[in-house]
C-alpha cells in the first residue's frame, strides 16, 4: 500500500487548505487513517483520526478548525483546514492502520507502532502571520 499527500502550500492566517492522501495498492478497507503534524526539531503528532466506522477525534490545537472526511470509493483521505494559524505550520503526513487487529482510536492518533503500519511522504503547510 502507498500513501501520498498533496494540496499542502502557504497561505495566510485565517485562510483554509484541504489537504488529500490517496491510498494506491489497496486491497482492504483500513481499520483507521490519520493525520499528523511535525514541525522541525519537535515529534511527530497527531492531529486527526478516523476509524472504519466513521468516528473521529482531534486533537485540542485543531478542534474545531480542521475536519478529517474520508471517500472509500475513491481510497481518498481528506483534512480540511480553516482558520490556519501559525502555529499550524509543519510537515503533515498522512497515516492508516490496515493490517492486524484493529486499533484503537487513540492508538491511531497517537502513531502507536502496533497500530499505524503505512505513511506517507508528507506535504508541507506553511501560515504566515
Known amino acids: 500500500v502507498y500513501l501520498e499527500e498533496s494540496g499542502g502550500g502557504s497561505v495566510q492566517a485565517g485562510g483554509s487548505l484541504r489537504l488529500a492522501c490517496t491510498a494506491s495498492?489497496?486491497?482492504?478497507?483500513?481499520?483507521?487513517m490519520a493525520w499528523f503534524r511535525q514541525v522541525p526539531g519537535q515529534e511527530r503528532n497527531g492531529i486527526a483520526v478516523t476509524d472504519s466506522d466513521g468516528r473521529t477525534t482531534y486533537a485540542d490545537s485543531v478542534k474545531g478548525r480542521f475536519t478529517i472526511s474520508q471517500d472509500n470509493a475513491e481510497n481518498t483521505l481528506y483534512l480540511q483546514m480553516n482558520s490556519l494559524k501559525p502555529e499550524d505550520t509543519g510537515m503533515y503526513y498522512c497515516a492508516a492502520a490496515f493490517y492486524g487487529m484493529r486499533p484503537t482510536m487513540y492508538d491511531c492518533l497517537t502513531g502507536a507502532p502496533h497500530a499505524i503500519d503505512t505513511w506517507g511522504q508528507g506535504t508541507q503547510v506553511t501560515v504566515s502571520s
Open positions: 495498492g489497496v486491497a482492504t478497507i483500513s481499520h483507521c
